[in-house]
């Protein structure tokens, strides 16, 4: 990145699928244990600020609730994400 070049590496959109098919499955336990339950947890998320707002939302559903992603685009950056989501009641 130092270099300009903004490319993405390759591993985020996996690492960002497996997060949308955790939410949607509600396995929220392995979200939780990011750093342990994917291989690329630890890249994705190197330090916790990168993930504590994605634990504080999805804390806020309840099995009742839907969760559907608004900003789904394969990734376009080196080592980000944008996906985002919205918890309806």
């Not at 994705?44 to 600020?49: F, I, K, M």
């Amino acid at each position: 990145m130092r270099t300009g070049d903004f490319s993405p590496f390759g591993w985020e959109a996996e690492y960002e699928e497996w997060i949308k098919r955790q939410v949607a499955e509600r396995n929220f336990k392995k979200i939780v244990d990011y750093e342990r339950s994917h291989a690329l947890g630890k890249l994705a998320a190197p330090t916790p600020d990168h993930f504590v707002p994605v634990l504080y939302s999805l804390g806020l559903a309840d099995n009742k609730d839907d969760i559907q992603f608004f900003y789904d685009h394969e990734p376009e950056k080196a080592a980000f994400s944008e996906l985002s989501f919205i918890i309806h009641s």
